[in-house]
Each structure stands twice: as structure tokens, then as C-alpha cells.
């Protein structure tokens, strides 16, 4: 069992060069950035955790600069984005980045990924919340081929894009592993076609290991190994400090290999307090 942290990298947060050495030196195995590129002043879309949006959402720094950032104080440290809003960025432009990180980091990116919750957000980048699963699908199936082929191409509905050149390729060999951070009855479709594992929410999703089964029968269907599969659980990022340890417990219940504590946007002393209480629960499960 790995454990790594998930938070937003806010500019009211201990910062990037701060925390993820922080991290490392705690024998945490990954940092993940959540990302938000604005949030519209209408909030039409109710918020999916419940209850009013923390500031944090609005507040966070662009998430592969953060990341990069993370990077570049680390040495083992794997960056993952948790996640990455694929229907808010130009298919080429986020190849390009994911690549870039991938490579310069040593290979230590963890591609997660997800199509949104907030329907004026992506109308705000030109994609109808109808057909936020129809865009995630082709931008990420192209950003596929542009990590993997010398020349890259794909024609869709929604991305079409001739033959071309793109490097540096990742480092990685096909690019990082890519994590779907969403569940629904579609899911184990999406991620046998275009994903290599699973990030779902721990109390969001009634039957993990249920849907575990689901997963790995469809990848099986599609000549994927399903042992193969990575499963990340975490909790949301909320405003709360720390973590229930009954929610821990259930967390390492659910069959996954990486559980992602959340770090709310707290400034640095305060959060160096959390990971400091965080591995010590870590060194009692770990016996």
C-alpha cells in the first residue's frame, strides 16, 4: 500500500517547494494537484461534495506549474494530477505539458483525469456539459497517440487533428499511467478503452470492490491485463482538518494499492502539523 497526499495548490496553501519535500522526507510516495482553472460567479452547478464551495476551488495555482515546481525539489516524489479537467484544455497543449513534466520529473507523473461537474465552467471553455464524456473521450484517445506515435493523428467528432510531429515523448513508455476520477455504470467502458486505473472517491461510490469486479471484467473483455489495473481511493479535499480514522480504515478496505490523504489549503506550519499526524497513522497501519 502506497499513501500520497491529494490537495488544491492554492496561493493561501504551503506552497509546492514547501510541501512536497515535506513529503519525501516523511516516506509519503506521491502529491497530487487538484485543479480548477476559475470558477464562474453564477454557481448554476450545486457543488458534488454538498454544502457552499471552499474558496480553495478559485484560489488554485495552474496545476502542471505546481506540479513542476514539486518536481524540481524532489527526487522520488510521484506527481499526480487529482485531476485533471480534460475538457477545459486543448488536447495538444496537454499532451505537450503531461509529456514535458513526465520527462523532466525522471518518469514520476500520474496522469489523473476527469471530465467536470461544473456545467458553466466548461461552457466557459466551449464544451456542453452533454458532451463533456463524447470530448474527455476523443481529446484523451488523441492524447494517447501524441505520446505514443512518431506521427501522430486522430479524427473525431469533437478533435480532429491532421498528421504531425510532437515531442519529447514521456518517459514513461506510452506515456504515464492515466487514473479515471469518476464512477458511473459507463466507467468500466471508458477506462478499459483509454485509462490504465481507477481514483474513486471513498464514501461517494457505495460499492468499491463491487466496482472493482466491473472494471477488471471489462478490461478483460478488451485483451487488457486487469491485474494491472492501479487503484487509487481518496477522500475530498474539504476544509476540515485531517481525517477521520474510521474513514482511513475504510479506505484501505477497498482493495486499492495508493490511498490519498486530504490536505486542506492551510498554510505551511499547520500543514507540516497534518503530515506529521498522518504518518504516524501511516507507520501504525504499516505496523
Not at 171 to 181: F, N, R, S
Not at 216 to 241: C, I, K, N, W
Not at 269 to 279: K, V
Amino acid at each position: 500500500m502506497d499513501f500520497g497526499v491529494v490537495c488544491f495548490p492554492t496561493d493561501t496553501s504551503i506552497e509546492p517547494q514547501d510541501l512536497a519535500p515535506a513529503l519525501e522526507a516523511r516516506g509519503f510516495e506521491s502529491l497530487f494537484y487538484a485543479e480548477h482553472t476559475h470558477i464562474p460567479t453564477s454557481r448554476r452547478s450545486p457543488f458534488v461534495g454538498g454544502g457552499e464551495l471552499p474558496a480553495m476551488y478559485w484560489h488554485s495555482h495552474d496545476q502542471f506549474v505546481a506540479l513542476s515546481i514539486a518536481a524540481a525539489t524532489t527526487r522520488a516524489l510521484k506527481l499526480g494530477t487529482g485531476v485533471t479537467l480534460v475538457t477545459e484544455h486543448d488536447p495538444i497543449n496537454l499532451a505537450k505539458a503531461a509529456a514535458s513534466l513526465d520527462r523532466l520529473s525522471g518518469g514520476r507523473l500520474l496522469f489523473g483525469i476527469g471530465a467536470g461537474w461544473n456545467a458553466e465552467e466548461m461552457e466557459d471553455h466551449g464544451v456542453a456539459f452533454a458532451d463533456r464524456w463524447k470530448v474527455t473521450r476523443e481529446r484523451m484517445l488523441a492524447i494517447r497517440s501524441i505520446w505514443r506515435d512518431d506521427v501522430p493523428e486522430y479524427h473525431g467528432q469533437f478533435v480532429d487533428l491532421p498528421p504531425m510531429w510532437c515531442w519529447p515523448k514521456p518517459l514513461q513508455a506510452g506515456g504515464p499511467p492515466v487514473l479515471m476520477g469518476a464512477y458511473s455504470k459507463w466507467v468500466p467502458a471508458r477506462i478499459a478503452e483509454y485509462c490504465d486505473g481507477w481514483m474513486p472517491i471513498e464514501g461517494l461510490i457505495d460499492d468499491i470492490p463491487g466496482a472493482l469486479v466491473d472494471i477488471r471484467a471489462a478490461m478483460q473483455a478488451r485483451g487488457r491485463d486487469p491485474s494491472r489495473l492501479d487503484v487509487t481511493v481518496l477522500a475530498e479535499v474539504r476544509a476540515q482538518r485531517g481525517l477521520d480514522p474510521a474513514r482511513l480504515e475504510r479506505m484501505l478496505a477497498t482493495g486499492a494499492n495508493r490511498v490519498l490523504l486530504p490536505l486542506a489549503d492551510f498554510p505551511r506550519d499547520e500543514a507540516l502539523a497534518i503530515l506529521d499526524e498522518y504518518a504516524e497513522a501511516i507507520a501504525r497501519v504499516n505496523g
